[in-house]
T-cell receptor, first 113, second 116 residues
Framework: DGGITQSPKYLFRKEGQNVTLSCEQN?????MYWYRQDPGQGLRLIYY???????QKGDIAEGYSVSREKKESFPLTVTSAQKNPTAFYLC????????????FGEGSRLTVL | DQQVKQNSPSLSVQEGRISILNCDYT??????FLWYKKYPAEGPTFLIS?????DKNEDGRFTVFLNKSAKHLSLHIVPSQPGDSAVYFC???????????????FGKGTKLSVIP
């Protein structure tokens, strides 16, 4: 079945460590996105990529980095520069072109101890 | 500056009654709107959308209404069921963003509780 797979589902890390969250999709979608959800804050855009080897910062990109070497993959690295990394992270994808819905993965819960 | 606003953090409704979730937006350039449903620790799932050329879109128990002059949209769920209990997010976009820039702007969500 086609879909978006995020891993790991839960992740614990010590403060100061970099962490990479995986996002893989087999929907043949061109565009991929990373959102962060905090209680009462809704979904805020971190980074997005419309095509391979290209990506743009979203509203809260500071302390994060991404890469898009393959169409299917869009990993997110939470660096030690991110001041409040504990959150629920959501990856999404969409066909390029006209307006439409984003398809989301199941999310990754990162807790920094 | 929050461009998409859901001013009610929570809503409780009796089973079988109508649930009305509201959303306001400030950017008049938005012309495509979506509603997502989200359970705890899961990704959001798409519910229904509406283009600004319409003022109503219906899909089963779910209807979205758009009032462009008021920059307001609402989601009606009739009849409400306990399984509808979730957080509902309103989102907005520009239907044509040019290459490299399509994105959704989300509200903060409304937690709906349907009481049996």
């Amino acid at each position: 079945d086609g879909g978006i797979t995020q891993s790991p589902k839960y992740l614990f890390r010590k403060e100061g460590q970099n962490v990479t969250l995986s996002c893989e999709q087999n929907l043949n979608h061109d565009a991929m996105y990373w959102y962060r959800q905090d209680p009462g804050q809704g979904l805020r855009l971190i980074y997005y990529s419309q095509i391979v080897n290209d990506f743009q910062k979203g509203d809260i990109a500071e302390g994060y980095s991404v890469s898009r070497e393959k169409k299917e993959s869009f990993p997110l690295t939470v660096t030690s520069a991110q001041k409040n990394p504990t959150a629920f992270y959501l990856c999404a994808s969409k066909l390029q072109g006209e307006a439409g819905e984003l398809f989301f993965g199941e999310g990754s819960r990162l807790t920094v101890l | 500056d929050q461009q998409v606003k859901q001013n009610s953090p929570s809503l409780s409704v009796q089973e079988g009654r109508i649930s009305i979730l509201n959303c306001d937006y400030t950017n008049s350039m938005f012309d495509y709107f979506l509603w997502y449903k989200k359970y705890p620790a899961e990704g959001p799932t798409f519910l229904i959308s509406i283009s600004s050329i319409k003022d109503k879109n219906e899909d089963g128990r779910f209807t979205v209404f758009l009032n462009k002059s008021a920059k307001h949209l609402s989601l009606h769920i009739v009849p409400s069921q306990p399984g509808d209990s979730a957080v509902y997010f309103c989102a907005a976009s520009f239907s044509f963003s040019g290459a490299g820039s399509y994105q959704l702007t989300f509200g903060k969500g409304t937690k709906l509780s349907v009481i049996p």
